[in-house]
């Protein structure tokens, strides 16, 4: 019994650390069904009731660039007034192109560095929502990875009649390979 306990001991001692490769295929899904969920759009402002107001992403393609995670999506938005029934004012639809640097942050992957531009198209508009969602996604983008490892892990879903319990979870080490976004997990 005492051999059994050092080997488990040992055991869990080398499995602390782990790397976890998300497919750029699989964040695509992820993508899709947690944040992509308005018909396959992600209202940025607006909805879709609001025909003369609003900025959606949709059609997420996901890959890796340089060491950087990069998203290219469709956007379509349009800022405009309600003149008698007709919109008066700006509106546009091009391909955008996010860059970031993944890192882990309290708990969740957050983005630094994030840079957004339109593939092969500028203007007024263009630039003035590729800087508001540059900002934005920098803000406000996480996604509660400690969260979700803890749900999965404790979770009753595949309960093998003993408590099982996350400590000490951290991911010191987040890096975007030619296939897949990659981290280091220690708990």
Known sequence: MKRLV?????????AAAVELRIQFGALERMLAEQVFTQEG??????GKTNK????????????????????KARF?????????????????AFD????????????AIALQ??????EGRSGYYIRRV???????????FHYALEAEARKMLEGAGASPGYKREVRGFL??????????????VDF
Request: overall charge positive.
């Open 76 to 92: 379509t938005g349009r800022s405009a007034l309600n003149v008698v029934g007709q919109c008066v004012g700006l509106g546009d």
């Open 6 to 14: 050092l080997l488990l001991l040992a055991l869990s001692r080398c």
């Open 41 to 46: 759009r992600r209202y940025v402002r607006g």
């Open 130 to 140: 590729s800087e508001a969602m540059q900002a934005s996604l920098a803000r406000d």
């Open 171 to 184: 991911a010191p080490d987040v890096r975007v390979a030619s296939d897949a976004l990659v981290l280091r």
């Open 96 to 107: 955008m192109v996010i860059t970031a640097v993944p890192v882990y942050r309290n708990g």
């Open 113 to 118: 560095e994030v840079k957004v531009t339109s």
């Open 52 to 71: 003369c107001n609003f900025a959606y992403l949709e059609k997420p393609r996901v890959s890796g660039e340089g060491g950087r995670l990069r998203m």
